[in-house]
């Protein structure tokens, strides 16, 4: 696929979780089978750990479809961004989907420890600083609403994809692959593109998602 073809494949898998008129595809026997001897997966979905957000589920896909990195608060370290790189350069998967949701717990924390608040354990500290310099831009940006603070940690999280993959940003270059961002309601179980990310829509500009 190409990259534009890969996220308009997401896309409808989405609007059939959305409507309830999911059609499971490649999830039988024969399926799992044909995939014994290797993988093609058409999208990376690299997501938030939290358990609402499952990529198979809300992009209605099955086996081999999808190559999925979650972290909380998809927050990035080097055995993050080796998996994508494995994805785009051993894989040749054509799109990165970059896959944030709304009231995620991670910022939330962060936004919390900043205002003063302790955490419940030192490990959790980790989280914390790795999203704190999103909190920092979308301030600096003066972006406040929920929905935009998400919005401007997603772009982010897609700049450090950029700066820290070289195999990655050699294969955007070469338009083989494209890196987008997605924010995911947790009510309604819709995803929204965010604007200037979708390979065939090219923009600037930090996206104020409805809150």
């Not at 294969?171 to 961002?181: K, P, S």
Request: hydrophobic content about 45%; glycine content about 10%; overall charge neutral.
């Amino acid at each position: 696929m190409t990259p534009a073809e890969a996220l308009a494949e997401l896309v409808a898998g989405n609007q059939r979780f959305v409507t309830g008129s999911r059609v499971h595809p490649n999830q039988d026997a024969e399926h799992r089978a044909a995939l014994a001897d290797a993988q093609r997966p058409f999208a990376i979905i690299f997501g938030c750990s939290d358990s609402r957000l499952a990529a198979e589920i809300v992009f209605d896909r099955g086996l081999g479809d999808l190559f999925v990195v979650r972290t909380a608060g998809h927050i990035t370290d080097p055995s993050v961004l080796a998996s994508l790189e494995y994805g785009v350069t051993v894989l040749n998967v054509p799109l990165i989907v970059v896959l944030g949701h709304d009231r995620c717990g991670a910022i939330q924390a962060t936004q919390a420890t900043l205002a003063g608040a302790e955490l419940p354990t030192a490990q959790l500290q980790t989280i914390v600083d790795r999203v704190a310099p999103s909190l920092r831009r979308a301030q600096a940006q003066q972006v406040t609403d929920p929905a935009g603070i998400t919005a401007v940690h997603i772009r982010r999280t897609m700049d450090l994809i950029a700066r820290q993959c070289a195999g990655t940003a050699a294969a955007v270059a070469a338009g083989t692959c494209a890196v987008v961002g997605m924010s995911y309601r947790l009510t309604g179980g819709a995803v929204t593109v965010l604007a200037g990310s979708s390979p065939a829509q090219p923009g600037p500009g930090v996206d104020h998602l409805a809150g």
